[in-house]
């Protein structure tokens, strides 16, 4: 059978257009209309990575420079500027064969800084440090990688400034063992290395997060090798716990391996705030938001989706915009889907919700990997993950406060998948003829029917899937037995005969 009609997906990508915002439900208020939003969407081609994990990275430099790194699909890095996304020069390093970002940042003053991983002969991987100068990549520099024992792998990479000089912390692993936590500062000539950090455990890499005060204090913060979030800040000679025992009572986990997502910043007031998925029961995650005062750490309220039903955390980012924390975050909703969300830290331990319940694509589709990134203080990102049939997965929508006079807009509306669903098996029937290629169509057409239930696995899989016979379309099941309601798997055959059936009659001429 043809892989077309396997992948056929029955899902239409709904543009970025004004309209009204779903209001934040539980603790949540409802967002103000101070803020208007447009989409920087960049046209890509095609982006079909299966199940890959994207792995992205947003920067901006500038209100109007914003800077996006993806690990598979198309361009790995892109630049929005003067108003539309270029390609950046591509990274390339004598005696280095490929070159791949795995992080971008930008300075204060707009430096775009990038860890570009390449790998040896010998089986290894090092990180590669690069900033961009009048148009052109220099790379500051040896790549940085605690060993050259074969087979060592440095990854993960994370970057802030101290000052305007970038510093990048990783983890390691050989031999798919963990080797410990590194961070290098550039001295403006070569790479310092501040101590290291070699937590015990078999787990393969650690997720740090490294940030720097006003002070121009450098912190740190990971996931352990028991799951817990760890925070250390450096002293000048060696890394300090920052409250280990007191963070692992706010930030409860659950397994060793779970949940490796984690957020760190500081900001103008002494205050450190760190955030992570936090899994109470072996099912199931929340977020948890830590901030730290100088003294100990405090719990804050985390902001929430949908209440009154049990839902999970997924992929999470924090960043400080105007000094106050803005989160966003995926979760998933009673149709399997996971929907976007946004708040903004607002005065009384609040949130103000920005986003709730963005899901932009029809059908069974999640949003994964959800970065932000603060511009100015009149405008801040968001870009997540969501596959859709125009075979494009990045999504981004700038956030910014509106000019005097300008009329606000508001998010992106979310497609709500049950209002999507046909209801009669005529309409599923052409929905899917419709959707299908000529190479596909004239499969099908060519199929006697006595052999259609050769497609009753997979595509019939995919029917039931995306058209809700297994989630809750009463109608077309019940169309599907002429008024009496049918087991799903007999439904997708009574519509995959009536497509058959609508294939014969529109057959082309000889």
């Not at 807009?409 to 209801?423: A, F, K, L, M």
Request: proline content about 5%; hydrophobic content about 45%; some cysteine.
């Amino acid at each position: 059978m043809s892989t077309r009609i396997g992948l056929t997906a029955f899902a239409v990508v709904a543009a970025v257009v004004p309209v009204a915002l779903v209001a934040g439900r539980g603790a949540q208020p409802a967002a103000s209309a101070e803020l208007c939003w447009r989409s920087l969407a960049p046209e890509t081609g095609p982006q079909d990575a299966g199940f890959a994990i994207a792995e992205s990275a947003l920067a901006v430099a500038g209100s109007g420079d914003i800077w996006l790194s993806r690990r598979w699909s198309g361009p790995n890095l892109l630049r929005w500027t003067a108003g539309k996304w270029t390609a950046p020069p591509e990274p390339a390093r004598a005696g280095v064969d490929e070159l791949w970002v795995e992080a971008v940042a930008a300075s204060r003053s707009g430096r775009v800084v990038i860890a570009a991983a390449a790998n040896r002969d010998d089986g290894s991987t090092e990180l590669h440090i690069a900033r961009m100068v009048d148009g052109a990549w220099e790379w500051l520099g040896a790549p940085l990688v605690s060993s050259q024992e074969p087979f060592t792998h440095a990854q993960r990479a994370s970057i802030a400034f101290v000052g305007e000089r970038p510093v990048v912390a990783w983890s390691e692993e050989r031999h798919a063992q963990l080797v410990g936590l590194f961070v290098s500062l550039w001295n403006g000539s070569s790479w310092t290395r501040l101590g290291s950090l070699t937590p015990g455990g078999d787990d393969s890499f650690l997720t740090p997060a490294v940030a720097v005060d006003a002070h121009q204090q450098i912190w740190l913060a990971w996931i352990d090798v028991g799951g817990a979030v760890r925070v250390a800040r450096w002293d000048g000679s060696t890394w300090r716990d920052i409250g280990r025992e007191t963070l692992e009572k706010i930030v409860v986990t659950q397994g060793p391996t779970a949940l490796r997502e984690v957020s760190l910043a500081a900001d103008a007031k002494d205050h450190v705030w760190v955030l992570r998925r936090a899994a109470k029961e072996p099912r199931g995650a929340a977020l948890a938001l830590a901030r730290w005062d100088g003294s100990g750490w405090t719990a804050v309220p985390s902001p929430g989706g949908p209440a009154g039903k049990e839902s999970t955390a997924w992929s999470a980012s924090m960043i400080l915009w105007n000094d106050a924390p803005v989160v966003a975050w995926s979760q998933s909703d009673a149709t399997d889907n996971h929907h976007l969300y946004a708040s903004e830290w607002a005065a009384g331990d609040r949130w103000t919700a920005r986003l709730s319940d963005v899901h932009l694509v029809e059908g069974i589709s999640n949003v994964t990997d959800v970065k932000l990134a603060a511009g100015d203080g009149r405008t801040f990102f968001v870009s997540w993950d969501e596959p859709g049939k125009d075979q494009r997965s990045i999504r981004l929508v700038q956030a910014y406060a509106c000019a005097a006079g300008e009329k606000p807009t508001s998010p992106p509306q979310s497609i709500v998948e049950r209002d999507t669903w046909p209801t009669t098996v005529d309409e599923a029937a052409r929905r899917i003829v419709g959707e299908l290629d000529d190479e596909s169509k004239e499969l099908v057409r060519s199929t006697k029917k006595d052999r259609l239930i050769q497609y009753h696995d997979g595509w019939g899989m995919r029917i039931r899937n995306s058209l809700g016979l297994w989630r809750g379309n009463e109608k077309l099941l019940e169309s599907c037995g002429g008024g009496k309601r049918v087991h799903p798997d007999s439904c997708s055959t009574v519509i995959i005969e009536a497509v058959w059936t609508l294939l014969q009659a529109s057959k082309p001429e000889a």
